[in-house]
């Protein structure tokens, strides 16, 4: 607005459609009703252009609310920029230990993140995983950790499914958390004992042959495991 708008802000306010907020340049709406009513007037593409002025004024301003960014990017139909601001407002959740918050914005971040490769699915999936451990839903962090695995590299992959079967175990999904247990040790060459007398033998047996191989050992040269993997080809 141009000009003097005192006396527009003085007819507001008798009309009790605005109130001060805090000081006398700022106001607010009377009631969120108002807001609403004014809100639903809007033609869609007004809606999207406030909203990105809206969340370009907060950057320039220096209010870096990650979760005020994040509904305004969404509210302007900008899924990049709020994917990336949903995944600022979880790792601040998170290291605030909210981690129910944290845990929503992870799984906004994904379901926003449709350009994500495996690594950026894999590293959002592990966080969430561990968000759900920490708010104490073992069977949904289990489930996150196995959807990191599909998109993880062999070794963080055996790490992710670990963690899954430990929060199967922890949450009482005893059957399903042993059926990851028995894919993760046979993907390592291992085999689950089917009972704790065979847990004990097998127990000494591992313990007996680390006895008589030792500790020590000797680095390969870079030159022994091309040869080692051209020989396995």
């Keep these: ?26 106001i607010e709406l009377y009631h969120d009703r108002i807001r609403e009513t004014l809100a639903e007037r809007l033609d869609p593409g007004d809606v999207r252009r406030i909203h990105l002025q809206l969340a370009d004024t907060l950057r320039a301003s220096g209010d870096d609310d990650p979760e005020a960014l994040f509904e305004h990017y969404v509210g302007a139909g900008d899924r990049e920029n709020a994917g ?23 799984r906004l971040a994904l379901e926003l993140g449709g350009a994500l490769d495996r690594t950026e699915r894999c590293q959002l999936n592990t966080s969430l995983g561990a968000a759900l451990a920490n708010a104490g839903r073992p069977a949904e962090a ?9 998109d993880a590299a062999p070794t963080a992959a055996l790490d992710c499914r670990r963690r899954a079967a430990e929060q199967l175990l922890i949450g009482g999904h005893n059957d399903r958390g042993l059926e990851v247990m028995r894919e993760l040790l046979q993907a390592v060459g291992q085999r689950m ?12 047996v591992e313990r007996a ?25």
Excluded: C, K, Y
């Excluded at 995944?87 to 290291?95: D, T, Y």
């Excluded at 289990?142 to 599909?150: G, K, M, T, Y």
């Excluded at 042959?209 to 080809?233: F, I, K």
């Design 1 to 26: 607005l141009g000009g003097d708008v005192r006396a527009l802000v003085s007819a507001l306010r008798v009309a009790h459609m605005i109130r001060p907020s805090g000081t006398a340049e700022r």
């Design 84 to 106: 990336r601001q949903a995944v600022r407002a979880a790792n601040r959740a998170a290291s605030a230990l909210a981690f129910d918050r944290a845990a929503r914005f992870f």
């Design 142 to 150: 289990a489930a996150a950790f196995l959807d990191a695995a599909r």
């Design 193 to 204: 004992p089917r009972g704790p007398r065979r847990a004990l033998f097998w127990l000494l």
């Design 209 to 233: 042959r680390l006895r008589m191989r030792g500790l020590e050992w000797t680095e390969s040269r870079d030159e022994d495991r091309r040869e080692a993997d051209l020989l396995s080809t």
